[in-house]
């Protein structure tokens, strides 16, 4: 045996010696199965549970504060999010990152607005965001006549938002009463756009992903052409982004009509209404969320140069 072999030999011998008297308080714990039923929990988030007053539906509210927000010393702007049951890990955990690497994002109050029971059921998804989401009762499209039957509480939803959400968070966490962001994907971007374009004051910051402005031959396209949505009054921001795959020409022409809106709230020529858009390559309707939600929150708190 060369001396090299016999310098191995007691190398080993000595690493297997320390591992036998290693301390417990230094080895890996070891793993564990999760209780039937428990599963991982988003840290630092809560869920408000409340039914609204206005419109009698049940709600859920995933709240997730910045990382050490302290409501007697900081006052943080709401970030409102639809669609709950996707949007909300997505967001939260960006937003985190964001705001610790050079203030890329800000340190806000996360609202996703979930319903109970809901997931993952999906007809309960398709039936909760008909009704809440959509300005207008629509007898035909969406999900089919099953669901459009509950269309059209989107005014009442936005009440719901507007009296009984933001007060509570306002309330609880010591929200920025004059800094609330809406985000909205497909029927929430629908939401989203027709809020801007009928009560652009209960929100500062919109952020419109993939926007269904198809719905109701065309409802929001129609009424921003005619020129008669009222003037922001106050500086205003507005993001609108869509995948480039999602153009479907004889079904939803979802990207010529984000584009088409986007060109017609620039041509209002308010100054106080600020407006970026984006077609992302590469991304369809499924996939385009998270790179959208990246990007428009950057824009609309003027964080795309860290600096």
Request: aromatic share 10%; proline share 9%.
């Amino acid at each position: 045996m060369t001396s090299t072999t016999t310098r191995r030999a007691a190398l080993g011998a000595t690493l297997l010696a320390g591992a036998a008297v290693l301390p417990a308080a230094a080895r890996s714990p070891a793993p564990r199965a999760a209780p039937s039923g428990e599963g991982w929990t988003l840290p630092l988030s809560q869920v408000v549970p409340f039914t609204s007053a206005i419109n009698g539906v049940a709600y859920e509210l995933l709240v997730r504060p910045p990382v050490g927000h302290d409501p007697a010393t900081e006052t943080c702007p709401v970030i409102v999010t639809l669609d709950a049951d996707y949007s909300f890990a997505i967001a939260a955990n960006h937003l985190e990152h964001l705001a610790a690497r050079q203030n890329q994002g800000p340190r806000a109050i996360l609202v996703s607005v979930a319903y109970p029971g809901d997931y993952p059921d999906g007809r309960g998804y398709r039936l909760n965001r008909s009704r809440d989401y959509t300005p207008v009762f629509q007898a035909e499209g969406g999900y089919g006549p099953e669901y459009q039957r509950a269309s059209g509480g989107g005014p009442a939803f936005l009440r719901v938002l507007t009296e009984e959400v933001l007060p509570l968070v306002r309330e609880r966490w010591n929200a920025d009463p004059e800094d609330h962001t809406l985000i909205g994907h497909s029927f929430g971007g629908l939401f989203a756009a027709w809020t801007l374009q009928t009560r652009p004051e209960a929100f500062r910051r919109y952020l419109m992903v993939s926007p269904s402005l198809w719905y109701a031959d065309g409802l929001v396209l129609t009424r921003e052409a005619a020129g008669t949505a009222p003037p922001v009054g106050r500086k205003t921001f507005a993001y609108l982004g869509v995948g480039a795959l999602e153009q479907q020409p004889d079904n939803h022409p979802m990207v010529s009509q984000m584009q088409a809106f986007a060109d017609m709230l620039t041509a209002r020529g308010d100054p106080d209404l600020i407006v970026k858009s984006r077609v992302f390559e590469d991304e369809t309707h499924a996939s385009i969320f998270p790179a959208c939600f990246s990007t428009g929150i950057r824009h609309l708190f003027g964080t795309m140069d860290p600096g």
